[in-house]
């Protein structure tokens, strides 16, 4: 059974931080790329960032800069790292990843992140 689990949102101040985490369980999650999408309030879903097995990462034209992806040796933690954030940041954020083998998408239950202004 495949699983991801996000937490460390929260309430921040304009140009605060924020690290997200995502727990991966069912699977050998290094083999595969995983991701960060958002979505706001009456917006649709966005990609934010995605890192491949090889570590190479990939960020939405948003994020100049702002945020990291990374990910730990055995692939099962996913880490948003997030600076310099700004209101328009305020959204759920989803942790996301395709296991091909098995020819589905798999998302976690999201996690919120308000930032004030």
């Known amino acids: 059974q495949v699983q991801l689990v996000e937490s460390g949102g929260g309430l921040v101040q304009s140009g605060g931080s924020l690290r997200l985490s995502c727990s991966a369980s069912?699977?050998?999650?290094?083999?595969?790329?995983m991701g960060w999408h958002r979505q706001a309030p009456g917006k649709q879903r966005e990609i934010v960032a995605r890192?491949?097995?090889?570590?190479?990462?990939e960020y939405g034209d948003f994020v100049k800069g702002r945020f990291t992806i990374s990910r730990d040796k055995d692939g099962k933690t996913v880490f948003l790292q997030m600076n310099s954030l700004e209101p328009e940041d305020t959204a759920v954020y989803f942790c996301?990843?395709?296991?091909?083998?098995?020819?589905?998408?798999?998302w976690g239950q999201g996690t919120n992140v308000t930032v004030s202004s």
């Open positions: 996301h990843t395709f296991i091909a083998s098995r020819g589905r998408e798999y």
């Open positions: 069912g699977s050998s999650f290094s083999l595969y790329t």
């Open positions: 890192i491949r097995a090889n570590g190479a990462a």
